[in-house]
């Protein structure tokens, strides 16, 4: 998998976690990745979302992977 790189679009301690992919072209990846967190009892609730996928064929293969 490796590493990449990417920067920080928003940031909510404890709730939100935003983030856009520098090499998004290059490798396929979504340019944008999302994580919400929900406190739910004594534990949490993370929803990972990823937007921006390409409107390609090639696209089905990575939202899928």
Excluded: Q
């Excluded at 090499?23 to 609730?45: D, Q, V």
């Amino acid at each position: 998998l490796g590493e990449k790189e990417g920067f920080f679009v928003d940031l909510e301690p404890g709730k939100k976690v935003a983030w856009m992919w520098k090499s998004a072209t290059r490798n396929g990846a979504p340019p944008l990745s999302s994580f919400f967190i929900e406190a739910k009892g004594r534990g949490c609730e993370v929803t990972l979302l990823h937007c921006g996928f390409f409107a390609k064929a090639t696209a089905d293969r990575s939202f899928l992977g």
